[in-house]
């Protein structure tokens, strides 16, 4: 068992995001000072905050220092841990001793990508992707006004369940009644909060789940709710999630067509029929093509496709494959995801984390797929990470022109409010602060996960939205 014993600090939060990148998930054992992780090799180091706020961490009679900027606390100590763990496991991570779910946000500090590699020790291909990344997030974030709002509507219901997903989404096969009371719970919660919403909203988002998997009728009495209470501003992003390809019919489409829906998601994940299958979704590869072609066909012009590298059931030319077939198809966002292991999923962590035998190869087919996206025009323009996420790295999507989706980098911003309807969704509102450029104060209000609990308890929810954004 690998040990860590904290010494000078208490930050047992960022000494086990560090350890989890090394040796998979850790222990904190507050009482004895430390933090563990039990599939790590038996080693005992020990990792200081000095009172002058350097951080050394000590393994036998190597003392790991970083001679340079000190930085806060925080960061300091996972720097001088990552220093010891790096040399003491011949491991370099992707994005060195950077462990949060924002690489972006710590580039918008820097005056180039450079300052990233020394200074946290990322990878200079890492460091160049967050470095623009974040300028592009600055840019389009600049055109979603401060007094404005985003605007969640989550529909936690999926046709059936992919195997690496926990999402809280029902499986509707078994619970169409479920699906019906869930809609009308979630038009009467916009019609109880938007008479006291006064911001005019700039982002529209209708995610999931799968919100298409409504039926028709159901679908378009949700968008007229929308349409007709909330104060949607000219020019408003409006996105609808239509992830499996299996939910998208042409009167759905139209429907959106009419309310003047502005991008759509259809989300094939892969582009390898036999994987789809495998793992629970219930369409192919060329549905996806067809669903997105009768789209285009309608008038969509702004659709977005997701890829995940690392599945279950591919290697790594698989996911290049798919890339490849993507870019033909020419959709104007392409996002790459990372699969990462969500507590609840039906497959393990192993099989999450090892299907790809090295580090190398799951981090090559994503830059070989980055490499190819840029060749073909696109360009990142937002990015995130998630714990767990397979090797540590990211989540990136990708646009062309200036096409990159205004909710999704201002919901990953922490800079501008987000009103959520629906079960599980996460209401924020973000306050500037003194002397901060880019980090704003947050504020959270979650909504009850359970679709059940939801439709039982709606009216409360929304009473505390309310409350929470006093309006
Ligand atoms: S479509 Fe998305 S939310 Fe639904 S089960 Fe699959 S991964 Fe989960």
């Not at 200074?119 to 404005?148: C, G, H, M, N, W």
């Not at 209708?206 to 209470?229: H, M, Q, R, W």
């Not at 062309?400 to 205004?406: C, F, N, Q």
Request: proline letters at 4%; hydrophobic letters at 35%; a negative charge.
């Amino acid at each position: 068992m690998f040990e860590v014993i904290l010494k000078g600090h208490d930050k047992y939060y960022g000494v086990s995001d560090v350890l989890r990148m090394f040796f998979g998930v850790p222990e904190e054992v507050k009482d004895e000072g430390k933090v563990t992780a039990p599939d790590g090799p038996d080693i005992r180091i020990i990792n200081e905050l000095l009172p002058d706020g350097r951080s050394v961490t000590y393994y036998g009679d190597k003392a790991y220092e970083f001679e340079g900027e000190v930085l806060e606390p925080g960061r300091e100590i996972k720097r001088s841990l990552y220093m010891a763990l790096s040399d003491i496991t011949s491991q370099k991570m992707p994005w060195g001793c950077l462990t949060g779910i924002r690489p972006t946000l710590v580039a918008c500090e820097e005056k180039d990508a450079k300052a990233l590699e020394e200074k946290y020790f990322v990878r200079p291909d890492k460091a160049q992707l967050a470095f623009d990344t974040s300028r592009e997030e600055q840019r389009i974030l600049a055109k979603v006004p401060e007094d404005s709002l985003c605007v969640y509507v989550g529909i936690p219901f999926c046709p059936s369940r992919c195997e690496y997903c926990s999402f809280v989404s029902s499986d509707i096969s078994c619970h169409m009644d479920r699906l019906v009371n869930y809609e009308a719970a979630l038009e009467r919660e916009i019609m109880m909060i938007s008479p006291a919403v006064k911001s005019s909203l700039s982002a529209l988002y209708v995610g999931g789940g799968t919100p298409t998997v409504l039926e028709e009728k159901e679908f378009a009495s949700l968008l007229d709710c929308i349409y007709s209470n909330l104060k949607i501003m000219p020019g408003c992003e409006v996105t609808i999630e239509a992830g499996r390809p299996d939910t998208i019919t042409e009167g759905k489409l139209l429907s959106m067509r009419e309310h003047g829906i502005t991008r759509i998601c259809i989300n094939p994940q892969t582009m390898r029929s036999d994987t789809l299958l495998k793992l629970g979704r219930k369409h192919t590869a060329e549905d996806a093509v067809r669903v997105y072609q009768k789209a285009m066909d309608m008038g969509f012009d702004l659709i977005n496709m997701d890829l995940i590298a690392g599945l279950p059931y591919e290697n790594a030319e698989d996911h290049v494959e798919s890339t490849k077939k993507l870019i033909e198809l020419a959709p104007t966002n392409i996002t790459v995801h990372t699969l990462y292991k969500k507590r609840r999923a039906r497959i393990s962590r192993e099989q999450v984390m090892d299907h790809y035998k090295t580090r190398g190869e799951l981090d090559k087919c994503v830059a070989d797929s980055y490499e190819l996206l840029k060749e073909a025009g696109y360009h990142p323009y937002y990015m995130y990470r998630q714990k767990d996420t397979g090797h540590g790295l990211e989540n990136t999507g990708f646009a062309k022109g200036d096409t990159g989706s205004l909710y999704n980098v201002a919901m990953m911003s922490d800079c501008r409010d987000v009103l959520s309807f629906g079960a599980g969704g996460m209401s924020k509102r973000c306050f500037k602060q003194e002397g901060e450029l880019y980090k704003h104060r947050v504020e959270r209000c979650p909504t009850i996960k359970d679709a059940l609990t939801y439709i039982e308890r709606v009216e409360e929810m929304a009473e505390k939205k309310i409350a929470f954004f006093q309006i």
